[in-house]
């Protein structure tokens, strides 16, 4: 079974700064997705972005970058000129390329990342 | 718009007392998931249904249900709540035909107490 370990149950960061999340996943298989969430107080989950295993060029979406490092199974967001509204909980997740149809959106989740904006 | 709707927002009962959680989407997606999400914990995945096929995880206690009518609408029934049970209830949908792109769209979840 997959695992995804987020070590970091709090952060913070002040506005305009660049803040990194850590993720570690562990899993036998060499074909699978991992996935970036933000939970807003709100409680609705946002992806955020999303890295496949076999592309070695690290995904990005605006000020959200990802460090993936297949070998040591790391999967860390940096978010840059962090904003008020980027104060959320933060979840990494892992899917498997190899699950059948009916498992395409199962998602196995990290314990979560609280992240503090002070302005 | 919404796309996945949950309803209600907060819902509390009582202790052994029946409760129905409910969902609906207008994705028109194959596949609906019920997560349990635990105070500062993962959500958890409790079952999914793609189409009419349910699939059930191997925790998942016998103490929830889950039926889904029609495409649009999934229900989550808890037959006897206990106190563990209290938690955030999330409803997700996904299309189910695309295995390298899948996406999730959730709703903004059920805030279930049990008193």
């Known amino acids: 079974a997959q695992t995804v370990t987020q070590s970091q149950p709090e952060m913070s960061v002040q506005e305009a700064e660049t803040v990194t999340l850590s993720c570690t996943y562990d899993t036998s298989e060499s074909d699978y997705y991992l996935f970036w969430y933000k939970q807003p107080p709100s409680r609705q989950m946002i992806l955020v972005i999303r890295q496949e295993a076999y592309k070695q060029q690290n995904a990005t979406e605006n000020r959200f970058s990802v460090n993936f490092q297949k070998a040591a199974k790391s999967f860390s967001l940096k978010i840059s000129d962090s904003q008020l509204g980027d104060a959320a909980m933060y979840f990494c997740?892992?899917?498997?390329?190899?699950?059948?149809?009916?498992?395409?959106?199962?998602?196995?989740f990290g314990q979560g990342t609280i992240l503090t904006v002070h302005p | 718009d919404a796309m996945v709707i949950q309803n209600p927002r907060y819902q509390v009962t009582q202790f052994g007392k029946p409760v129905t959680l409910s969902c609906s989407q207008t994705?028109?997606?194959?596949?609906m998931y019920w997560y349990q999400q635990k105070s500062s914990q993962a959500p958890k995945l409790l079952f999914h249904?793609?189409?009419?096929?349910?699939?059930n995880e191997a925790d998942t206690p016998d103490n929830f249900q889950s039926r889904r009518p029609n495409t649009s609408f999934c229900f989550l029934d808890i037959r006897s709540p206990g106190l563990g049970d209290a938690a955030m209830y999330l409803c997700a949908t996904s299309r189910g035909t695309d295995r390298s792109n899948e996406k999730l769209f959730f709703g903004s979840g059920t805030q279930l107490s049990v008193l």
């Open positions: 249904y793609y189409d009419k096929d349910f699939n």
């Open positions: 994705l028109n997606h194959n596949v």
């Open positions: 997740a892992y899917r498997s390329a190899n699950a059948g149809g009916t498992s395409y959106g199962k998602l196995t």
